[in-house]
């Protein structure tokens, strides 16, 4: 090894090997390479220090040592009908497998020349022993869960609705898991085999200004805010609470307000939760049940419940914010201090453990009422890209998650500047060192209740743009996660859920990776704007692809209305996204020509004459609709925004919600007569007559 090599090179070598890309294509496939400043942040935050020539020769050293190190991983992956490749076997070791229940599969040695075991035939997680090591071994199917496997589906089609901006009488202003059962019984009446939901992932109870359901406080657990409290009590009850409370005239001006006011309606619900907890706990077959709850979910339940309940106490007493700001004591979950906290404040954790437990009820009883209602999948579940690192899942899992990095995206079509979500995530090198088990739990979380998931941001998968805290959006580097085991769980865990799994691949894809998710089933997503031929014309829906969900839009993008009229073009001019070199306006009325020209040459617009006018949308939503139903897509999710002919997007990436109001929009009319309305009746029947034609 020459140690004399200038540092540059020694320091690229230390990123390479350790899975930080030096160099890389941006959206427009220009090279760019990583600055020595960012490289170095980023092996800091992978546990790889790099400031001097003794740290990366240190860091080379330690990862030179863990290749050639004889201990096994604690999990590892394997397709089923191929050899088991175990990564570090000594030769002439004994070997033998037990499944799940412990049964013993198969036993033998290994013979010198081979470090392969012999295939299995059934997918699921095995335990394999050599000699004294243990491993779990992920026997998955060579692909996951498809549309096709699903009995009775064929071409089925969607809709996807964010949970907040579902409305019913009396929910206070702000969706609820009621509300989503109501909405997929009339979903289901239009012909709809499915309903994507916006994430339902734990936020934070005690911040409700801290909204946004892509930046969770856990993936692993649920929002408490939609739960409906008449779900565990009667509506008797409930009205004793409101008016013990005088929540009445509270609750109706949040009712009717045409934007959520989350800080407000949060308050309200809560302080009818905690009245109800209190009023439920004498009931004893009540008590029974939740206690059974709690001693399944175990540890990690309790983990997130005590520091939902510390998170609480500690901003009520002036230290807002995530656990780093907490005092040093309380750190450590497992610390004496936090054991203390929980005892002297069991009825607070008790109130979050119980929260979970009804909205693991309200999220199950929306699934069975859609497939009750007769969808074929039913609820698809979303999961964000990460979580807050101030939050439940990094304080409960700090071996399993990075610090000092942010999940983002470098520049690209949907945002010029770059991106930082502020998130953080699973480490690579913790994904292996704890054997895969959040990214496991993760996925059983999301699909515990639902006939399908969407993974955000699955690009992921292979490798996400890491910022450095304190860096600008573009100063990240790429950061690669072991892409064929993720893969390989994804498609065991949607086989043994049965579920679909839906992956966004949008923004800088490197060129396989759509092939690579392809190959195991994993449907990619193409969205109406993006289709797009070299001249800027739209791609014939025909053209489009068989192994991805075809949609109008997704929340992040302008809706069908929005684009036709150029409401999108408004929002951007005023938030400062728009671009002073392009005159979008006068491009709009050129890509209106194109879309109306594609749509009739699809037959989804019935003449040939000049485009609608921008304020004329019912026709345009409709052929747009009918258009993109013609895809050989496997599945087609329509947002209810472009189902109804709405305007507003749901989100506007780059805002604060202070310009824009992300994520508060609320559906005009109740789930039960949401589409009933002429655009939206027109709108399901041109979409349900497309897609199940012979």
């Given at each position: 090894?020459t140690?004399?090599?200038?540092?540059?090179?020694?320091?690229?070598?230390?990123?390479?090997?350790?899975?930080?890309?030096?160099?890389?294509?941006?959206?427009?496939?220009?090279?760019?390479?990583?600055?020595?400043?960012?490289?170095?942040?980023?092996?800091?935050?992978?546990?790889?220090?790099?400031?001097?020539?003794?740290?990366?020769?240190?860091?080379?050293?330690?990862?030179?040592?863990?290749?050639?190190?004889a201990?096994?991983?604690?999990?590892?992956?394997?397709?089923?009908?191929?050899?088991?490749?175990v990564?570090?076997?000594?030769?002439?070791?004994?070997?033998?497998?037990?499944?799940?229940?412990?049964?013993?599969?198969?036993?033998?040695?290994?013979?010198?020349?081979?470090?392969?075991?012999?295939p299995?035939?059934?997918?699921?997680?095995?335990?394999?022993?050599?000699?004294?090591?243990?491993?779990?071994?992920?026997?998955?199917?060579?692909?996951?869960?498809?549309?096709?496997?699903?009995?009775?589906?064929?071409?089925?089609?969607g809709?996807?609705?964010?949970?907040?901006?579902?409305?019913?009488?009396?929910?206070?202003?702000?969706?609820?898991f009621?509300a989503?059962?109501?909405?997929?019984?009339?979903?289901?009446?239009?012909?709809?085999?499915?309903?994507?939901?916006?994430?339902?992932h734990?936020?934070?109870?005690?911040?409700?200004?801290?909204?946004?359901?892509?930046a969770?406080?856990?993936?692993?657990?649920?929002?408490?805010?939609?739960?409906?409290?008449?779900?565990?009590?009667?509506?008797?009850?409930v009205?004793?609470?409101?008016?013990?409370?005088?929540?009445?005239?509270?609750?109706?001006?949040?009712?009717?307000?045409?934007?959520?006011?989350?800080?407000?309606?949060?308050?309200?619900?809560?302080?009818?939760?905690?009245?109800?907890?209190?009023?439920?706990?004498?009931?004893?077959?009540?008590?029974?049940?939740?206690?059974?709850?709690?001693?399944e979910?175990?540890?990690?339940?309790?983990?997130?419940?005590?520091?939902?309940?510390?998170?609480?106490?500690f901003?009520?007493?002036?230290?807002?914010?995530?656990?780093?700001?907490?005092?040093?004591?309380?750190?450590?979950?497992?610390?004496?201090?936090?054991?203390?906290?929980?005892?002297?404040?069991?009825?607070?954790?008790?109130f979050?453990?119980?929260?979970?437990?009804?909205?693991?009820?309200?999220?199950?009883?929306?699934?069975?009422?859609?497939?009750?209602?007769?969808?074929?999948?039913?609820?698809?579940?979303?999961?964000?890209?990460?979580?807050?690192?101030?939050?439940?899942?990094?304080?409960?899992?700090?071996?399993?998650?990075?610090?000092?990095?942010?999940?983002?995206?470098?520049?690209?079509?949907?945002?010029?500047?770059?991106?930082?979500?502020?998130?953080?995530?699973?480490?690579?090198?913790?994904?292996?060192?704890?054997?895969?088990?959040?990214?496991?739990?993760?996925?059983?979380?999301?699909?515990?209740?639902?006939?399908?998931v969407?993974?955000?941001?699955?690009?992921?998968?292979?490798?996400?743009?890491?910022?450095?805290?304190?860096?600008?959006?573009?100063?990240?580097?790429?950061?690669?996660?072991?892409?064929?085991?993720?893969?390989?769980?994804?498609?065991?865990?949607?086989?043994?859920?049965?579920?679909?799994?839906?992956?966004?691949?949008?923004?800088?894809?490197?060129?396989?990776?759509?092939?690579?998710?392809?190959?195991?089933?994993?449907?990619?997503?193409?969205?109406?704007?993006?289709?797009?031929?070299?001249?800027?014309?739209?791609?014939?829906?025909?053209?489009?692809?068989?192994?991805?969900?075809?949609?109008?839009?997704?929340?992040?993008?302008?809706?069908?209305?929005?684009w036709?009229?150029?409401?999108?073009?408004?929002?951007?001019?005023?938030?400062?996204?728009?671009?002073?070199?392009?005159?979008?306006a006068?491009?709009?009325?050129?890509?209106?020509?194109?879309?109306?020209?594609?749509?009739?040459?699809?037959?989804?617009?019935?003449?040939?004459?000049?485009?609608?006018?921008?304020?004329?949308?019912?026709?345009?939503?409709?052929?747009?609709?009918?258009?993109?139903?013609?895809?050989?897509?496997?599945?087609?999710?329509?947002?209810?925004?472009?189902?109804?002919?709405?305007?507003?997007?749901?989100?506007?990436?780059?805002?604060?919600?202070?310009?824009?109001p992300?994520?508060?929009?609320?559906m005009?009319?109740?789930?039960?007569?949401?589409?009933d309305?002429?655009?939206?009746?027109?709108?399901?029947?041109?979409?349900d007559?497309?897609?199940?034609?012979?």
């Amino acid at each position: 090894m020459t140690v004399n090599a200038p540092l540059d090179d020694r320091l690229a070598l230390l990123a390479e090997q350790a899975g930080v890309d030096v160099h890389w294509r941006d959206a427009l496939d220009r090279p760019q390479s990583v600055p020595a400043d960012t490289l170095r942040a980023v092996l800091r935050a992978l546990g790889l220090p790099a400031d001097n020539g003794d740290d990366v020769e240190a860091s080379l050293e330690r990862l030179a040592q863990e290749r050639a190190g004889a201990s096994l991983p604690r999990l590892i992956t394997a397709e089923a009908g191929a050899p088991i490749e175990v990564p570090v076997a000594p030769r002439g070791r004994a070997w033998k497998l037990l499944d799940e229940h412990d049964a013993l599969i198969a036993e033998g040695e290994l013979p010198s020349s081979d470090t392969r075991l012999p295939p299995l035939q059934q997918p699921g997680y095995y335990t394999l022993y050599l000699d004294d090591a243990e491993v779990t071994v992920a026997v998955a199917p060579s692909r996951a869960f498809s549309v096709r496997d699903i009995p009775g589906a064929h071409r089925p089609w969607g809709m996807a609705v964010q949970v907040s901006g579902l409305r019913r009488p009396s929910d206070g202003g702000i969706g609820d898991f009621t509300a989503l059962s109501i909405c997929a019984r009339a979903a289901a009446e239009k012909g709809a085999d499915a309903l994507a939901i916006s994430p339902v992932h734990a936020l934070f109870a005690a911040a409700p200004e801290r909204y946004s359901p892509y930046a969770p406080s856990s993936r692993l657990f649920l929002n408490g805010l939609y739960v409906d409290p008449v779900q565990t009590s009667s509506e008797q009850t409930v009205r004793a609470v409101i008016d013990t409370h005088n929540l009445r005239q509270e609750l109706a001006e949040l009712e009717w307000m045409e934007l959520i006011d989350w800080p407000r309606a949060a308050r309200a619900r809560m302080t009818i939760l905690r009245s109800v907890y209190e009023w439920a706990s004498v009931d004893f077959a009540h008590a029974e049940r939740f206690a059974t709850f709690r001693r399944e979910q175990g540890e990690p339940l309790e983990r997130h419940a005590r520091f939902e309940a510390l998170h609480a106490d500690f901003t009520a007493h002036g230290r807002p914010g995530g656990w780093q700001g907490w005092p040093a004591a309380f750190h450590d979950p497992a610390s004496p201090e936090v054991a203390s906290f929980a005892r002297e404040h069991s009825r607070e954790v008790g109130f979050h453990a119980w929260l979970q437990w009804l909205a693991a009820q309200g999220l199950s009883g929306a699934q069975k009422a859609a497939r009750d209602a007769g969808m074929k999948i039913g609820l698809i579940a979303d999961l964000a890209v990460g979580a807050d690192s101030g939050g439940s899942h990094a304080w409960a899992h700090q071996a399993e998650v990075l610090k000092g990095l942010s999940v983002g995206a470098p520049p690209d079509a949907l945002n010029r500047l770059g991106q930082d979500w502020g998130l953080t995530t699973f480490s690579p090198r913790g994904l292996r060192e704890t054997g895969f088990r959040g990214f496991i739990g993760m996925l059983r979380a999301a699909l515990a209740y639902a006939g399908g998931v969407r993974i955000d941001h699955i690009l992921g998968l292979k490798r996400l743009w890491m910022v450095p805290h304190g860096a600008g959006a573009t100063e990240g580097a790429y950061v690669r996660y072991p892409l064929q085991d993720l893969l390989r769980l994804i498609a065991l865990e949607s086989h043994l859920h049965r579920a679909v799994v839906i992956g966004e691949d949008l923004g800088t894809v490197p060129s396989d990776f759509r092939q690579a998710i392809g190959e195991k089933c994993v449907l990619g997503i193409r969205v109406l704007w993006f289709e797009r031929a070299e001249d800027g014309g739209f791609v014939s829906p025909r053209e489009w692809s068989d192994t991805a969900m075809a949609t109008t839009s997704t929340h992040d993008v302008p809706t069908v209305a929005g684009w036709w009229s150029g409401r999108d073009i408004e929002w951007r001019k005023r938030t400062g996204l728009d671009d002073p070199n392009v005159d979008e306006a006068a491009q709009r009325e050129v890509d209106r020509h194109r879309l109306w020209s594609a749509m009739y040459a699809s037959n989804s617009a019935y003449n040939a004459e000049a485009p609608p006018a921008p304020d004329d949308i019912s026709p345009v939503v409709v052929a747009a609709a009918k258009h993109v139903a013609q895809a050989p897509a496997p599945i087609a999710i329509f947002p209810v925004e472009d189902v109804l002919g709405l305007h507003e997007q749901p989100n506007l990436p780059g805002p604060t919600d202070a310009v824009h109001p992300n994520w508060r929009r609320r559906m005009p009319d109740s789930s039960s007569r949401l589409f009933d309305g002429p655009i939206a009746h027109a709108v399901a029947a041109a979409i349900d007559q497309t897609r199940n034609r012979t």
